[in-house]
C-alpha cells in the first residue's frame, strides 16, 4: 500500500464518527485538478497532500489563485478531481454516484460561504433556515424544532429565533448560518471566508462562534481564508502555494511558572509524500535561491545552498 492507504492502515478507524478527535476526517493523496479553457490547461492543483484529525479547528490560507477554493469545492462534493484520491469522513468522493453525493451534501459536509445570501433565505426566520435542512432530511418536526432551537443557543442568537434573517446584522446573520450548516450533525463544516464582508470585531465574533461550535459538537471545521490573520484563531494554519501545501503553523498551549497559559505558534515547511518541499518565499529572496541549489546531508539537518559559482559558503545558510 501507498499514500492515503497508508494513513487508512495507520488508523484504527477509517471512518471516524462526529465528535473521535485524532481520526483522519480530511484525507487527500496527490490531488490534482486540471482545468481547461479554449485548449490552455491550468492546473490548480499539483498533486496536494492533506490530512486533517477528526476534531481539528483548522484554517487553510493562500493568495487567489492558489487552489484553496478549488480544494474546498471538492472536499464539498461540488467538483470533481482529475486524479488522485479524496476522501471525508470514509467516503470517497472520486466513487460517489449522483445519489450518494447528494446524501454527502445533505449530511456529511456543511458548507459556510461568505455571502449570507447563498446560506440563508431572506423570507425565513432565524429558526426556519436551520430547520430547513432538516425537513429535507425528513426529521420529525418536534426534533427540529428543539435542534434549531439548541443550536441557536449555542451561537448566541437564541434571542433571534423568531426574527427575519433580514432583520439581524450581518455577523448574527453568520451565526444563525452556521447553526444552517450543523443542522444535520455534518462531521465536517467547510467555510469559505465566513468572514469576508464582515468588520474585525464582527470577524472575531463569528471565529468565536466557529470554535464554540468546534468544542461543544466535535465538528471538524475547515476555513479557507485569504487572511493569514486567522491564525490567530485556531490551532492549526495550513498555507497552500502553486496548488500545493507549503508551510504548516501550529499553535499550542504552554503554562509558565506562574501557572499563566499562553499559545506559541511554531511554522514549518511541509515535505509531501513524493518527497517535494516548498521553501518560505522570504528565504527564497533572502539567499536569491533559483534554478537550482546545493543540498548537503548533515547529522541532524539538511544544508541548502545557492549555486553561486558552484562554491560552498563557509557556514552553514
Known amino acids: 500500500m501507498t499514500g492515503i492507504d497508508d494513513l487508512i492502515a495507520a488508523t484504527s478507524q477509517t471512518t471516524a464518527p462526529r465528535g473521535t478527535a485524532g481520526s483522519p476526517m480530511v484525507m487527500c493523496d496527490r490531488l490534482v485538478r486540471i482545468f481547461s479553457t479554449a485548449g490552455v490547461e491550468t492546473q490548480a492543483l499539483q498533486g496536494l497532500d492533506l490530512v486533517v484529525q477528526g476534531g481539528e479547528l483548522?484554517?487553510?490560507?493562500?493568495?487567489?489563485?492558489?487552489?484553496?477554493?478549488?480544494?474546498?469545492?471538492?472536499?464539498?462534493?461540488l467538483d470533481l478531481p482529475t486524479g488522485g484520491r479524496a476522501m471525508v469522513a470514509g467516503h470517497d468522493l472520486?466513487?460517489?454516484?449522483?445519489?450518494?453525493?447528494?446524501?454527502?451534501?445533505?449530511?456529511?459536509?456543511?458548507?459556510?460561504?461568505?455571502?449570507?445570501?447563498?446560506?440563508?433565505?431572506?423570507?425565513?426566520?432565524?429558526?426556519e433556515n436551520i430547520e430547513l435542512p432538516m425537513q429535507l432530511a425528513k426529521t420529525p418536526r418536534r426534533a427540529r424544532g428543539k435542534h434549531a432551537g439548541d443550536l441557536l443557543e449555542l451561537l448566541g442568537v437564541a434571542d433571534s429565533r423568531d426574527r427575519p434573517v433580514t432583520e439581524l446584522s450581518g455577523g448574527q446573520q453568520q451565526r444563525v448560518a452556521i447553526g444552517v450548516a450543523l443542522a444535520n450533525s455534518p462531521g465536517v463544516l467547510l467555510a469559505d471566508e465566513p468572514t469576508?464582508?464582515?468588520?474585525t470585531e464582527t470577524a472575531e465574533e463569528v471565529f468565536g462562534a466557529l470554535r464554540t461550535a468546534n468544542e461543544e459538537t466535535g465538528v471538524t471545521v475547515l476555513i479557507v481564508t485569504h487572511d493569514a490573520m486567522v491564525s490567530e484563531h485556531v490551532n492549526r494554519t495550513i498555507a497552500i502555494r502553486d496548488g500545493r501545501i507549503s508551510t504548516e503553523v501550529l499553535r499550542r498551549a504552554a503554562t509558565d511558572e506562574q501557572g499563566l497559559q499562553a499559545y506559541h505558534a511554531q511554522e514549518?515547511?511541509?515535505?509531501?509524500?513524493?518527497?517535494?518541499?516548498?521553501?518560505?518565499?522570504d528565504f527564497i529572496e533572502a539567499l536569491a535561491l533559483k534554478d537550482r541549489v546545493r543540498l548537503e546531508l548533515e547529522p541532524d539537518h539538511i544544508g541548502v545552498w545557492p549555486d553561486h559559482q558552484g562554491q560552498r559558503p563557509q557556514e552553514d545558510a
Open 94 to 127: 472520486l466513487t460517489m454516484g449522483a445519489k450518494e453525493r447528494l446524501a454527502y451534501r445533505r449530511s456529511t459536509v456543511g458548507f459556510l460561504w461568505q455571502q449570507t445570501a447563498r446560506n440563508l433565505l431572506s423570507h425565513l426566520t432565524a429558526a
Open 196 to 199: 469576508g464582508e464582515l468588520d
Open 58 to 77: 483548522t484554517a487553510l490560507v493562500g493568495a487567489s489563485g492558489s487552489g484553496k477554493s478549488t480544494l474546498l469545492n471538492i472536499l464539498a462534493g
Open 268 to 281: 514549518y515547511s511541509v515535505l509531501d509524500r513524493a518527497g517535494r518541499l516548498q521553501l518560505p518565499t
